[in-house]
């Protein structure tokens, strides 16, 4: 049996996902397979800050998630017992409406899968790719049940353990960060504020706990993680797990171990570091955990990924439409490889000082970085940076020069999700009109002037907006802002249009 699609994306997690509904927002017809016999239950990640929760609402997959989240965003560090730490991730400010998600990565995957069905997508459960050909033309694709599928296209997007990477011969250098950490989901009553989370600093190793939205009505549900140093790769069970467990929480957070109560789900797993060499060869792409693993420390992995998709999604579609060569398809490595490089190095600098039990480490902790990081100032600045809103891309060929001169926002950056109008009087939001469509923003009617110079390179996928509030926005300019959110260009009337940039941009791949 043959079958065919554009892009056939080869994993069915948030990055996965995020890129079939990016694709099928720009009518691009997609595949999405998963080894898997069904849709997971249960899910390490738990944290999605608050730029995937905007990409989430770009592509129309928010829905009532914000409702659902768990009130989390406060974590309490005891020492010796007592309460010497409280960080709060509050409002990161830079103009969004989207907060920090504190749900099980299984109803982020949700919320995608049902968006995917809206767009007339789904998931193919039970399905293992063995093989892959790449030729000039695209890929074909070879499943265990003996299924031949040609792509355009083919995204490996299937975790750490990425089939897809390995039949490439892509590599994935790196090395193991940490031994074995616990995890486990369980009911417990420890008269914890639930308010946000709880770490214990120990020199065996940290304890960690975190609230999790109730199940079947029961409002005490724990996420406990736990620190085993010098742990070989046994393959412990449940009873063992949650036996461990009731044994470490006297001797480092002086709480009943009695008082855990029944797992719901448990896991042992490493923390590993490591980098695909490339993000594409040829017509084979790589995103999320496929292209790079690192510690869960700030809750980067998933935001990651999901970024990775929404960066990929429409240029992959610009190509396979023909409005742009596929050299466009090398900016997604250049723009979204330095991010992962950088997440990598913070957070296994973070893993290293959490399982650091040595005198100078602990005497660094508690009487250097503990004080700092009690700053407000401090505070904010890690919100921002968990948030990841303030990522950029200026210094990526899409650019140019001008954005290391240019007014704020800069070619390459974020732009907020200001308050807008469109042509017919209505309001909106400048993201809710994104996700499948650019952004043609400027006050008066200068939007509607360069409109047909925009639409000529990217038929109708052009929506021309005012701004409402002057402030934050363009007053004399207009900017050309991509699907994700980062603007492309700006410009003066009177100056040369925005079509020139899209030229190059679409023909080169660089500016």
Known sequence: MTGSADVLVVGAGPAGLALACAL??????????????????????????????????????????????????????YISGRPAMTIRFGDPGLGTAR?????????????????????????EWSSTLVDLNQDADGVTAVLDSGETIRAGWLAGCDGAHSTVRKLAGIGFPGAPLTDQWLLADAHADFGLDRAGGHGWAHQDGPLFMMPMPSVDGADNVWRLMAYLPGSTDEKLQEPEIMERFRRLLPKRAGLAGDRLRDAIWTSVYRVHRRLATDYRQGHILLAG??????????????????????????????????????????????????????????????????IGNGPLVRLLT??????????????????????????????????????RFSRHPRPGDRVADLSCQRHDGTTTRLHAELGGRWG????????????????????????PLAPIDRQGGPNDEVWLIRPDAHLAWRGQSGADGPGRWLDAALQQGRV
């Not at 990775?308 to 610009?318: H, I």
């Not at 700053?375 to 600045?381: E, H, N, S, T």
């Not at 400027?442 to 000529?456: F, K, M, P």
């Open 24 to 77: 099928r927002l720009h009518d691009v017809d997609v595949r999405v397979i998963d080894q898997a016999p069904g849709a997971a239950t249960t899910s390490r990640a738990n944290l999605l800050h608050a730029r995937g929760a905007e990409v989430l609402d770009r592509l129309g997959a928010l829905g009532d998630l914000p409702d659902r989240s768990a009130p989390a965003l406060v974590l309490t560090t």
């Open 99 to 123: 907060p920090a998600l504190v749900l099980p990565q299984a109803d982020i995957e949700a919320a995608l899968r049902d968006r995917l069905v809206e767009l007339g997508g789904t998931v």
């Open 289 to 354: 955990d496929a292209a790079h693993i690192h510690s869960p420390s700030g809750g980067q992995g998933m935001i990651t990924g999901i970024g990775d998709a929404e960066n990929l999604g429409w240029k992959l579609a610009l190509v396979i439409h023909g409005r742009a060569k596929a050299a466009l398809l090398d900016t997604y490595e250049a723009e979204r490889r330095p991010l992962a490089t950088e997440v990598l190095r913070t957070t296994s600098t973070i893993a290293r000082l959490q």
């Open 366 to 403: 508690r009487w250097v970085l503990m004080p700092i990081f009690r700053q407000p100032a401090v505070q904010r600045q890690g919100t921002l940076v968990a948030s990841q809103l303030n990522v950029n891309y200026r210094r990526g060929p899409l650019a140019g020069r001008i954005a």
């Open 440 to 463: 043609l923003l400027a006050a008066g009617n200068r939007a509607q002037a360069w409109h047909e110079e925009v639409s000529a390179r990217l038929g109708d996928r052009v929506v």
